[in-house]
């Protein structure tokens, strides 16, 4: 079975410092996505950035980049310039391109300091 | 804020009810899932429902169920409840074509349970 790792519970970055979020994952698939998204706290959740595996380039969104490592499994977010509103938990997520099943890591809270 | 929305906002049940929550998908989104959030972790993939049909099942009981209808709004029901079921239940809304993986999810902003 697919599962996500995240390996920092908490992280922290001074307010216009660059941060990264580890993420690794485990499968046996070829074909698959990845996605960063954020929890504000009492907030709903929402997307940060996904990433196709059959694609070698790195997704950006703006401040927000991903490394992807498809043989290292490994899928990190640098967010760059960090802002005050991106404290919250971030959630690195898994799905299949054969099913619906989302698996999700256990989140790393960031805290952004002024 | 995404178009996704969840009634109730909070609900407390006592061990052995059931319980009924609701998911109101964002306009033209055929499809919806559902997720458990305990505290302190991750979604876990309950459910999806593609077109009023069940598609796709994460490792939960078959007395965790669900509804989609016509207008692709959605419920999740669960019986016989236990305290483990305490939780954040998320419902995420997306666009699917031919019942495939979809676009990305659209999260609402999630109905905490707490049973006694």
């Known amino acids: 079975a697919q599962t996500v790792t995240q390996s920092q519970p908490e992280m922290s970055v001074q307010e216009a410092e660059t941060v990264t979020l580890s993420c690794t994952y485990d499968?046996?698939?070829?074909?698959?996505?990845l996605f960063w998204y954020k929890q504000p706290p009492s907030r709903q959740m929402i997307l940060v950035i996904r990433?196709?595996?059959?694609?070698?380039q790195n997704a950006t969104e703006n401040r927000f980049s991903v490394n992807f490592q498809k043989a290292a499994k490994s899928f990190s977010l640098k967010i760059s310039d960090s802002q005050l509103g991106d404290a919250a938990m971030y959630f690195c997520a898994y799905r299949s391109a054969s099913n619906n099943d989302m698996r999700f890591g256990a989140g790393t809270r960031l805290t952004v300091k002024p | 804020e995404t178009g996704v929305t969840q009634s109730p906002t909070h609900l407390i049940k006592t061990r052995g009810q059931q319980v009924t929550l609701r998911c109101s998908s964002q306009s033209g989104h055929n499809t919806v899932s559902w997720y458990q959030q305990a505290l302190g972790q991750g979604p876990q993939f309950i459910f999806q429902?593609?077109?009023?049909?069940?598609?796709g099942r994460g490792n939960f009981p078959p007395r965790f169920s669900g509804l989609q209808f016509p207008n692709y709004s959605s419920e999740l029901n669960v019986n016989a409840l236990e305290l483990d079921d305490s939780a954040l239940y998320l419902c995420?809304?997306?666009?699917?074509?031919?019942?495939?993986?979809?676009?990305?999810?659209?999260f609402g902003p999630g109905t905490r349970l707490t049973v006694t």
């Open positions: 499968t046996s698939e070829s074909d698959y996505y």
């Open positions: 990433q196709e595996a059959y694609k070698q």
């Open positions: 995420a809304s997306s666009l699917a074509l031919a019942g495939g993986p979809g676009h990305e999810q659209y």
């Open positions: 429902y593609y077109r009023e049909e069940e598609n």
